[in-house]
């Protein structure tokens, strides 16, 4: 980004490829966004740029001559020909975070970033901390993969931004220095994208890189090993479903307490909130809770917004929502558990669950899973493309277990799933949508995918 710079390339016309060529309009450089796909959406964001003097080129994407830069998008891997040919001439490549990092105010005024990532809860809790920041009185946003575009962001009018990180987005960033940065969990996720899971580990490693205050899962054997590095000259705290040692949040019978930013951790704790205020319920979504109050009080948030931060939120849909209560059976969306690890959080919550599972595994294993919700499930009721490795592990650790496939790949599948799982539901059950698999086989979202198990449960109710 120095004044030799010939021409900046922004790979692809997605959410975060036009907001890193926005960014950059007004830089002085020659923007250029290249774009496989040339549809009426695509075709109209080009024309938006263009107003602003980018330049947009469709087709195969091809390394214009004098590219000193290029700007990817998550959702180009690292493996694309465009990037490899960057890579082979020396041309840097960076992500749109990284790209906001450098586009801060540099007068001292930028917000500082509170930043978190992990495999699962990573919105839920960014959106946790910044009801409990709001509720400080802070002018607070989230952005990142979440909310605001994190290079529109970085140019607004906030206090502090509470920022939430992929994998994606960490891969392609070197010199982030947030005020502390947390890591909720890792389990294996988006291998297909990084090539194994220790390279998607080592990308969410980043994050601790240049951070003020490491901020780890005591619980979560993989968080707890990317924070090992920083136990010199960095301050770590943790976070805990148990009752906290000094330097961690946990919880103490049905309180949050604090006993890491407090005057004498030692001898002391601070009631933060009660579990009561974390809603929905579960005890993943409490930990959840405990890394937003970490990172809100490592920005110095008192106790009394924490409570008031979590009793204001709203969680997003498709998390563990409750939809309805048919014949003395809850039905339950996670739409949102999109891989393993999610959906075992999901299932831990309920004692006894007809389970409805299925779609993308993106090369996740099921058996760890299945063996340890075995004991809680009345039945299940599989769909989408990769059901056949769910049913497998299913008859291997969960015999007795009742099991139908609903086959078809049309969104009106939801229906048939919906009337079989009531079926293998009794009274005082929860059938819940938790599927340990991306959605995209067959509708165009997780929550469409939720929307339409919320759709057929209602009908199921009318009848």
């Known amino acids: 980004m120095d004044a030799q710079t010939v021409s900046v390339v922004v790979a692809g016309l997605g959410v975060s490829g036009t907001a890193a060529a926005r960014g950059l309009a007004g830089s002085g ?5 290249l774009e496989a796909i040339d549809g009426e959406r695509q075709r109209a964001a080009a024309a938006e740029l263009a107003a602003s003097g980018i330049e947009v080129r469709f087709g195969e994407p091809v390394l214009p001559e004098g590219t000193s830069l290029v ?8 493996d694309h020909p465009l990037l490899v040919a960057a890579a082979e001439a020396g041309i840097a490549v960076i992500g749109e975070v990284e790209l906001a990092w450098h586009l801060r105010a540099s007068d001292g005024s ?4 509170l930043a978190l990532t992990g495999t699962n809860g990573k919105t839920t809790a960014v959106r946790m901390l910044t009801s409990i920041l709001s509720a400080a009185g802070h002018r607070a946003l989230a952005a990142g993969n979440v909310g605001l575009p994190i290079v529109e962001a970085v140019r607004g009018p906030y206090d502090v931004l509470a920022v939430e990180l992929s994998s994606f987005q960490l891969h392609w960033s070197s010199s982030l220095e947030p005020m502390a940065a947390a890591v909720l969990n890792v389990a294996p996720d988006h291998i297909d994208w990084h090539g194994s899971m220790e390279e998607y580990a080592a990308a969410k490693a980043r994050i601790f890189e ?17 924070a090992e590095p920083y ?3 960095r301050r770590r705290v943790s976070f805990t479903l148990g009752v906290p040692r000094p330097g961690q949040l946990g919880v103490v019978e049905d309180l949050l307490v604090d006993r890491a930013f407090v005057p004498d951790p030692v001898n002391e704790g601070e009631e933060l909130a009660s579990l009561a205020d974390v809603r929905p319920f579960a005890p993943h979504n409490v930990a959840n809770a405990l890394a937003a109050a970490a990172l809100a009080r490592a920005y110095g948030v008192p106790p009394e917004a924490v409570r008031q931060g979590l009793a204001d939120f709203v969680p997003d849909p498709h998390r563990i ?6 014949a003395d059976v809850d039905y339950v ?10 959906a075992a959080a999901s299932l831990a919550s309920y004692p006894s669950i007809v389970w409805i599972a299925g779609g993308q595994l993106k090369g996740a294993d099921v058996d760890d899973l299945v063996r340890q919700a075995a004991p809680r499930l009345k039945g299940a009721v599989l769909l989408g493309a990769d059901m ?7 008859a291997r650790h969960a015999v007795d277990v009742p099991v139908v496939e609903v086959p078809g790949q049309d969104t009106g599948v939801m229906d048939r799933v919906v009337t079989e799982a009531a079926r293998l539901a009794s009274p005082g059950d929860t059938v819940l949508l938790a599927p340990a698999g991306a959605s995209l086989d067959m509708f165009v979202s997780y929550g469409a995918r939720g929307e339409a198990f919320a759709r057929a449960v209602r009908r199921l109710a009318e009848r």
Do not use: C, F, M
């Open 110 to 113: 930028a917000a500082p970033w």
């Open 333 to 342: 969306d996670d739409s949102k558990a999109t891989n393993p690890h999610a």
């Open 321 to 326: 929502a409750h939809v309805a209560r048919v």
């Open 231 to 233: 136990g010199q000259g």
């Open 29 to 33: 450089e020659r923007v250029i966004v």
């Open 71 to 78: 700007i990817t998008s998550p959702g180009w891997r690292p």
């Open 388 to 394: 056949e490795r769910i049913r497998e592990a299913l």
């Open 210 to 226: 240049n951070a003020g205050i490491v901020i780890y899962n005591a619980d979560d054997d993989a968080s707890a090993r990317l």
